[in-house]
């Protein structure tokens, strides 16, 4: 019996059928996926992962919900090593008082009300009440505002 490839299987997503992305899409999208040096190793590979969510939702449509859950959850484990950083405390608090908390200190280039929908937003996709699917472009463009709002949150490091 031949053993089956992984790309013996990959088709595009017929979800995809009404739109007129191409796979390189895709790829471009991930280009703009990109962190300074001041942020640190472990939201980067966090972030890494979120990249081949993307990539690979081409072919398997909600993927792109894992890509954006997880870059919502990584914004979060980010700011709570910020907050250890700067207070030197292990434990942080809610993340709801920790986007405070972060406001409060210039960490982010929008208001609070502008950060705190991302709060909202990943406490629905945690403790879903039924089965949805993230909109396209929407869940993408939240994706890039979360590494928008990192790569703000730490000092660059040349």
């Known amino acids: 019996m031949k053993e089956v490839e992984p790309s013996d299987n990959l088709r595009k997503d017929t979800r995809w059928d009404g739109w007129s992305y191409s796979s ?41 919900d894992l890509a954006f859950e997880r870059a919502l959850t990584t914004f979060e484990m980010a700011l709570a090593m910020r907050y250890e950083h700067m207070t030197g405390k292990k434990r942080s608090p809610t993340f709801e008082r920790l986007i405070a908390w972060g406001t409060e200190r210039g960490l982010f280039d929008k208001s609070e009300n502008f950060i705190q929908p991302l709060r909202k937003i990943r406490n629905m996709r945690m403790h879903p009440r039924q089965f949805s699917i993230a909109g396209f472009p929407a869940s993408v463009e939240i994706v890039l505002r979360a590494v928008e709002v990192v790569n703000h949150m730490f000092p660059k490091v040349d």
Do not use: A, C, M, N
């Not at 991930?30 to 072919?59: A, M, N, Q, W």
């Open 24 to 64: 390189e899409h895709f790829v471009r999208i991930v280009s703009r996926i990109t962190f300074h040096h001041g942020v640190p190793e472990d939201v980067v590979k966090r972030f890494e992962v979120v990249k081949k969510l993307i990539l690979h939702s081409y072919y398997e449509y909600e993927f792109l």
